[in-house]
């Protein structure tokens, strides 16, 4: 990718409680996001990029879904059976697009 830039928020960047392997993960994920913060880099990828291995980048993903940076969901396939796994950057890395608001659930 030539040019553009990622926002990212900085309570992200501050978090002492994320290694920092998991927040230079996180900051690549946001950078390979759509609008709805779906992100698709493949590990080889997030590898090369960072320069960590596979085993890092792994525990790295597990630790900002854990945080609540990111969500995962696999993808169903036929027969049951499951496909990829995606993943969702969420809010707390990446601010929303420009005319989107937050959804707020509604009291009980």
């Known amino acids: 990718m030539a040019g553009g830039f990622t926002q990212i928020q900085n309570s ?3 978090d002492k409680k994320l290694s ?12 390979f996001a759509n609008r709805e913060g779906w992100a698709y ?4 990828l ?3 990029l960072s320069g960590y291995g596979r085993d890092k980048v792994k525990r790295a993903r ?6 609540g940076y990111m969500e995962m969901r696999r993808r ?7 496909g990829r796994v995606e ?3 969420t809010e707390k890395i990446r601010p ?13």
Do not use: N
């Open 12 to 14: 992200f960047l501050d």
């Open 20 to 31: 920092p392997e998991a927040r230079l993960i996180g900051v690549f994920y946001a950078r």
């Open 41 to 44: 880099p493949g590990i080889k």
């Open 46 to 48: 997030l590898m090369r």
């Open 62 to 67: 597990r630790e900002l879904v854990k945080g």
């Open 76 to 82: 169903p396939r036929q027969q049951g059976h499951f």
């Open 87 to 89: 993943y969702r950057v």
């Open 96 to 108: 929303l697009p420009f005319g989107k608001k937050p959804t707020v659930p509604k009291s009980v």
